[in-house]
């Protein structure tokens, strides 16, 4: 069989409906502070297939309807399929975004998965979320604001984020696969990505 000009080949395939991570790219191991307090090894999600979403409590607009479509997904999925997904969700604004905040954000959304964030008492401490956010293409921008609502945690001044926002759809080999921004937002096909990967 000829093969015509312009085709893809195998590493340019269009596998999924969201947008193609293309090389695959892996992240690497982190350690991060979870809702309760608790310290989150990334390694409990080896074998997952994982949906990551990049949230922060106090913003508003996108992340109340990434976590809402996410718990929706959530919803739809069966029991098997569900005993192969992760869900996890990791603040964009750690400075604001302790324990009690993540907790109470989880709360008012009725979901129950992992919301992760670190102590910023160091800079150190901070670099490990910072290598997440690389990790995943995430931006992160503070912007100095007089209408902020709240002096953050270990920020000295009022602010507001602006940031790469949506899901990263991870397999199970912890291959970054397909990214979903909120230009092209589609939950059914988020959903039907997420099953894709699986099967």
């Keep these: 069989m000829m093969v015509s000009a ?3 080949s195998p590493a340019e395939i269009d596998y999924y409906q969201g947008e193609d991570i293309n090389p695959v790219q892996t992240y690497r191991p982190f350690l991060l502070q979870d809702n309760n307090d608790s310290m989150f090894n990334s ?13 922060y409590v106090n913003c508003p607009d996108v992340c109340p309807t990434t976590t809402s479509d996410m718990k929706w997904i959530e919803s739809q999925l069966s029991e098997k399929e569900r005993s192969n997904v992760s869900f996890v969700s990791i603040t964009v604004d750690p400075w604001r975004d302790g324990p009690i905040a ?3 954000y989880m709360e008012d959304y009725n979901v129950s998965w992992p919301h992760l964030s670190t102590t910023v008492e160091t800079e150190e401490n901070l670099s490990l ?3 997440v956010w690389t990790d995943f293409t995430i931006g992160v921008v503070l912007t100095e604001a007089n209408s902020s609502t709240s002096l953050g945690r270990g920020h000295t001044v009022y602010y507001e984020v602006q940031h790469t926002n949506g899901v990263v759809l991870v397999d199970e080999y912890g291959y970054q696969r397909v ?6 937002w589609n939950p059914e096909s988020i959903l039907s990505d997420l099953r894709s990967m699986m099967d």
Excluded: A, N, Y
């Design 129 to 131: 979320i910072e290598e």
């Design 6 to 8: 312009g085709c893809l």
């Design 179 to 184: 990214r979903w921004t909120h230009e092209d």
């Design 43 to 55: 390694s409990s999600l080896d074998g997952k297939v994982v949906i990551f979403g990049f949230i």
């Design 102 to 104: 993540l907790t109470e």
